[in-house]
Structures are given as structure tokens and as C-alpha cells.
């Protein structure tokens, strides 16, 4: 299992960014506007897209930086801008 190589202080950035993660989806649960909605799930998606590059970066995935950058890229720039439009 990859995760069993992180050292202490990556594994907590790690938790970290999951924890504000989840935090916006609940955030998004109790949106009443859609502009609201919006942001919540564009940072959202900023930060799955971090976690993601992250996890590229510690666990020597390359393949993660592709899904990194589609997930910054469409889900939280080109969706929330369209919808807000």
C-alpha cells in the first residue's frame, strides 16, 4: 500500500486537504444559491486537483499530473464558469 510510505507531515496535508474537501461538500449541501454552490465546488474541485498532484508527486504516479490538471481545468474552472454564465 502506497500510503504506508508517507512520512507523518504529508500523510496530515494529505488528511487535510480531504477534511476541507469534505467540509465544502457539506458547504454545498446547505447552499441555498447556485453562485454559492458554485464556488464551494469550484475550491472544491482545486483542491481534489492538489491532492491528486500531491499524491502524483509522493507516490511517483506521472499519470496524476494529467488527472490533476483536467480536474483544476474542467472542474473547477470551465463547469463552475459556464454554469455561473
Excluded at 469550484?42 to 504516479?61: E, F, N
Amino acid at each position: 500500500m502506497v500510503a504506508l510510505h508517507f512520512t507523518p507531515l504529508l500523510a496530515s496535508i494529505f488528511s487535510l486537504i480531504v477534511i476541507g474537501a469534505l467540509v465544502l461538500a457539506f458547504v454545498m449541501l446547505g447552499s441555498r444559491w447556485l453562485r454559492d454552490y458554485m464556488v464551494a465546488f469550484a475550491v472544491q474541485s482545486w483542491l481534489i486537483a492538489i491532492l491528486s498532484a500531491l499524491m502524483g508527486w509522493a507516490g511517483g504516479y506521472t499519470e496524476l499530473y494529467f488527472v490533476a490538471a483536467l480536474t483544476a481545468l474542467f472542474r473547477g474552472l470551465v463547469l463552475p464558469l459556464m454554469l455561473l454564465w
